[in-house]
């Protein structure tokens, strides 16, 4: 084997540079990815909410509204730097006293060309990890019962299943259930 040939080689070889991180920020070729991986996850029927892509605009009128909030976090997931996917930590509002010792994991998604690289998982680590540094006790989570892989991925993590809505979502007409789950930190 030449030189060039095994480079090659060793180069496919190569893991994925994959990492989570907390932004504050959206630049325009990072706000470019985080649309293209949300209108994909939506697209392939995991779009946190969305059935079909909102428009551009919208959507790019969202993620400012995310970072914007204070009340929440905006975690993101990148694969060799692109922007793949993303969760956000909604943490309660001043009033709320008494629930004052728990935030919600919301809008947990991978675009499908990034999934089956362990990403999911450590941005809900990364998500717990801050909840617990900012001196939360609990998180709390819904899903729909067709998102199988998210309830794996929930259970093998330790979160305990504590209510069922058996309107939680309607799809084409469709009642679709919902599962409610929280962990303690
Ligand atoms: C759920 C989702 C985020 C997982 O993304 P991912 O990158 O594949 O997840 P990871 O590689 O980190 O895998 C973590 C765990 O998820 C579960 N999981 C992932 N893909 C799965 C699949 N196809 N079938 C069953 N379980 C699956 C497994 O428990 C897996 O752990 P393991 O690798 O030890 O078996 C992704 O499938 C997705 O975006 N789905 C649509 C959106 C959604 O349902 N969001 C949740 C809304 S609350």
């Not at 994909?40 to 428009?55: C, K, Q, S, T, V």
């Not at 929440?72 to 793949?84: K, P, T, Y």
Request: hydrophobic share 40%; charged share 20%; glycine share 8%.
């Amino acid at each position: 084997m030449d030189s060039r040939t095994s480079d090659t080689a060793s180069k496919s070889l190569q893991k994925p540079d994959a990492r989570v991180e907390i932004m504050t920020e959206i630049s325009l070729p990072d706000m470019n990815d985080l649309c293209d991986a949300a209108a994909l996850a939506i697209d392939n029927g995991g779009g946190f909410g969305w059935l079909r892509r909102p428009e551009r605009d919208s959507m790019e009128n969202f993620w400012r509204g995310v970072i914007a909030m204070p009340l929440r976090h905006l975690l993101i997931a990148r694969l060799d730097g692109v922007i793949c996917g993303a969760a956000q930590i909604v943490m309660p509002p001043p009033n709320n006293e008494a629930q004052a010792h728990a935030v919600h994991l919301v809008s947990v998604f991978l675009a499908p060309w990034a999934r089956g690289h362990g990403l999911a998982r450590r941005l809900v680590e990364r998500a717990e990890a801050k909840a617990t540094s900012d001196g939360f006790k609990l998180v709390n989570l819904d899903v729909r019962e067709t998102q199988q892989a998210a309830i794996n991925l929930y259970e093998s993590l330790g979160y305990q299943q504590y209510g069922l809505h058996p309107h939680y979502a309607e799809i084409d007409g469709t009642p679709i259930k919902g599962y409610y789950y929280f962990k303690a930190l």
